[in-house]
């Protein structure tokens, strides 16, 4: 199983990134893929998910309202729509899959949920 994430960089408060993850090696389309950041000198945190049907997301109070998870199953991709970004939005960006297939929560946020994980996108947010 292979995670490719990218899209990342440095943008100014404000503005927005679209970042992508291309899943390889899974039927992508029965599992629910999910975001995690990691901050320098902090835990990875989990951001968002999204059900391995599509339809139905679930999101980190911090970045509510602000970011969009989408997927496209035909392209085996999931997407972080990240617009109004904040300094505090800073870190190494991880898409990730389940560790079971057609599973939706109620964990979501929990790290030991996914089994696969891509090798991270920097976003950089200046003030």
């Known amino acids: 199983v292979q995670l490719q994430a990218s899209g990342g960089g440095l943008v100014q408060a404000g503005g927005s990134l679209r970042l992508s993850c291309a899943a390889s090696g899974l039927t992508f389309s029965m599992y629910t893929m999910g975001w995690f950041r990691q901050a320098p000198g902090k835990e990875r945190d989990f951001v968002a998910t999204i059900k391995w049907s599509g339809g139905r997301t679930y999101y980190a109070d911090s970045v509510k309202g602000r970011f969009t998870i989408s997927r496209d199953n035909a392209k085996n991709t999931v997407y972080l729509q990240m617009n109004s970004l904040r300094p505090e939005d800073t870190a190494v960006y991880y898409c990730?899959?389940?560790?079971?297939?057609?599973?939706?929560?109620?964990?979501?946020?929990?790290?030991?949920?996914?089994?696969?994980w891509g090798q991270g996108t920097q976003v950089t947010v200046s003030s």
């Open positions: 990730a899959a389940d560790r079971v297939t057609t599973r939706w929560g109620p964990k979501w946020e929990d790290r030991l949920n996914y089994a696969y």
